[in-house]
């Protein structure tokens, strides 16, 4: 009948429009929550005398009152039920009178019922949840009856489960890494409820998560103090442990990271002695080792991608196509940089898979299609599966798909079937590892740093919801490398401290080096270049030991053009030290030459370069070219800078990477409009 009833507050009823039902008096609302508490239970009209008139007061007309007042209710919660006609909602029933309402009209039935799906689901949805959840209170339970003897029961039960909603929503939040969110609400459940020892050890967990370990001390010593100050008690264990634990600095012992040591060597010794030497087992549990050492740091990066490939080389000298597929399919390792180490290795491994995949019956196997694909994708990143040359700068765009470099068509092809594979089967591991591949292949054109976005939030929230730290690291770092695209400083600055978090948590050190990066790209945006240099010579100094050749090669090139592009200008001879420009040569080469007043040899630079790799720095590397063809008036270059720009007229040149920013893209189109005259046609 449309109709829906509040506990969680005032008594109150809402008709189908959601308009307040005018219940009447006091003694109206109290019938209503009396048969509400019951729940869809008779309450004897006798019962319902000696529960309104608790001091057994009772007029001597008290059952004919009641009757008056189940009347009265009737005909506000059903207005257009003729005269006659029995009551469907409010209904007689033997000595008394029951009210018929389904779990989902009720507020303090819908609270129970969320309050189960949060308490089951994932973190982040558990957040949503509990959220909900907590929204359906408007004050107290019965807020117009706090004194009487028949609600007192359901009062303090669902205040009780109220509050561990407050709690378990805390808990979550602290799971999804929102430290600095849930210090806020804590802080006012522990000062209305002093008592609840859980309050306070997620007050502290949250303050020493948010980098507040001095605040989360005192909050554990306010806690003591008001345990013994009002009810006369010593902290329980979990406080105890909690104080431990910050005094001690550290979440665990020398202790017990000894007894880890050991029991690893004893393990390394069992496998050693009962797995047989070049058995399936030490192929699968060697690439299962490589997978997890190439997130440790930069040294295991470094060994992981070094006997990566000796590892399929053994697994394809089989002969056995299955394994083969399974130990290439199984390096699910997060790839953020869309510039490979070693474009050859990549190479290698992406025509690996590609032999692997098509080495499958169609309809075989399709979540172990959709990894080979998947690497297929991720390895193809830029032009390291290219196997033709690479068109020149100078050529008219590619625009038509016909017309693009088969090596790109195949890798993004496999980039959408392996993410089409992975939906269908529902894995969240390999659906997270098929959007890496997406996130690979989505830079066929400049702009798209929206897309980007949307990208990183879905790769976030699917590894929140299914605990996948690597991965929730991977799209926290898309979005932060897309926000930085759209200019979104503020919400990008939310990613990188929620990924330092990670990082610490799950002891994934390379994540910080973005993270880095990105503070002094924010600090050039923001306070200028003069006060970002330091950062970055620092950033620089610390990237040089990461590991990541592909990062590292050519960047302090990079850094060191910023000031010159933000300002129109063009680097003299003598203004930037001798810098390896590694794999940007093609590209830098053409503007140090304009600048150096070598117009011919700029010219001839220009008409050989390359056109851009498609990675997170092709913006970038088309306004370096578009500065040089300014400088010495090469038309063709300047038209195709142009048509590939202008997708991403609205975002910053460069930024997308997160490490350096060339200033907006509409500044560049600006200067080559001015550059190629009136009579160019920029509709053409």
């Not at 798909?401 to 079937?417: C, D, H, I, K």
């Not at 003069?530 to 090139?557: E, K, N």
Request: proline share 6%.
């Amino acid at each position: 009948m449309g109709v829906r009833f509040g506990l969680l507050g005032p008594v109150a009823a809402w008709d189908a429009d959601g308009v307040p039902v005018a219940l009447g008096a006091p003694r109206h609302r109290e019938v209503l929550g009396r048969l509400l508490i019951a729940r869809n239970r008779v309450v004897p009209v006798g019962r319902l005398v000696a529960d309104l008139w608790e001091d057994g007061d009772a007029p001597a007309g008290a059952v004919g009152a009641v009757r008056t007042f189940v009347a009265a209710l009737r005909r506000a919660l059903e207005p257009e039920r003729a005269p006659r006609q029995a009551s469907r909602l409010l209904v007689t029933d033997g000595p008394g009178y029951v009210l018929h309402a389904g779990r989902d009209v009720v507020d303090a039935w819908r609270f129970e019922d969320t309050v189960a799906r949060a308490a089951a689901a994932a973190p982040r949805a558990a957040v949503a949840l509990w959220d909900e959840a907590l929204a359906l209170w408007r004050g107290p339970v019965l807020a117009d009856f706090p004194g009487v003897g028949w609600a007192a029961a359901e009062q303090a039960r669902l205040e009780a489960l109220r509050l561990h909603a407050v709690e378990r929503r805390a808990d979550a939040l602290l799971a999804t890494g929102a430290a600095r969110e849930a210090v806020v609400d804590l802080e006012a459940h522990v000062v209305a409820h002093p008592w609840r020892e859980d309050g306070w050890v997620l007050l502290a967990t949250a303050l020493e998560r948010s980098g507040r370990r001095g605040d989360a001390l005192e909050a554990v010593r306010r806690a003591r103090h008001t345990l013994a100050e009002r009810l006369g008690i010593d902290p329980g264990p979990a406080l105890t442990r909690a104080e431990a634990r910050l005094l001690k600095g550290s979440s665990g012992s020398a202790e017990a990271s000894g007894a880890v040591d050991g029991v690893w060597g004893r393990a390394a010794a069992a496998w050693e002695r009962a797995v047989p030497a070049r058995s399936r087992a030490r192929l699968h549990a060697t690439a299962a080792l490589l997978r997890d050492l190439a997130v440790t740091g930069a040294d295991g990066l470094e060994e992981a991608r070094e006997h990566r490939r000796d590892v399929v080389a053994a697994a394809e000298a089989t002969g056995d196509a299955e394994l083969a597929a399974r130990i290439i399919g199984s390096y699910d390792v997060p790839a953020v940089w869309t510039r490979a180490d070693d474009s050859d290795d990549a190479g290698e491994l992406s025509r690996a898979a590609a032999r692997a995949a098509a080495a499958l019956a169609p309809g075989e196997s399709p979540a172990l299609r959709a990894r080979l694909l998947s690497v297929v994708a991720v390895e193809s990143r830029g032009d390291a599966a290219a196997d033709g040359p690479i068109p020149r700068a100078s050529e008219p765009s590619a625009v038509e798909p016909p017309s693009v470099e088969p090596w790109r068509l195949r890798a993004e092809r496999a980039a959408e079937e392996a993410v089409r594979l992975a939906r269908r089967l529902g894995d969240p591991a390999l659906l997270a590892f098929a959007l890496n591949g997406a996130f690979m292949q989505s830079f066929g054109h400049c702009g798209g740093a929206t897309g980007r976005e949307a990208l990183g939030r879905e790769m976030t929230d699917l590894a929140v919801d299914h605990g996948l730290p690597s991965h929730e690291v991977l799209g926290r770092l898309v979005r932060l490398q897309a926000l930085a695209a759209l200019g979104e400083l503020t919400a990008a600055d939310a990613e990188a401290e929620a990924i330092d978090r990670l990082a610490h948590r799950h002891e994934r050190p390379l994540a910080v080096v973005f993270t880095s990066w990105f503070r002094a790209l924010r600090t050039c945006e923001t306070d200028g270049w003069p006060t970002a240099r330091p950062l970055y010579t620092h950033v620089l100094a610390a990237t040089a030991d990461s590991g990541m050749p592909g990062l590292v090669h050519g960047a302090a090139a990079l850094v060191a053009l910023v000031p010159f592009m933000r300002e129109n200008g063009l680097p003299r001879p003598g203004d930037l030290p001798e810098l390896d420009a590694g794999p940007y040569q093609p590209w830098l080469r053409p503007l140090l030459l304009a600048g150096a007043g070598a117009t011919e040899q700029a010219r001839q630079a220009l008409d050989e370069a390359p056109r851009p790799p498609h990675d997170l720095l092709q913006e970038a590397m088309w306004c370096v070219l578009a500065r040089a063809a300014c400088a010495v008036g090469h038309e063709r270059i300047l038209r195709r800078a142009r048509d590939e720009l202008t997708p991403a007229a609205t975002e910053s040149a460069g930024a997308g990477s997160g490490l350096i920013s060339y200033g907006p893209v509409e500044h560049h189109l600006h200067a080559i409009d001015s550059a190629l005259g009136d009579g160019y046609d920029r509709n053409a």
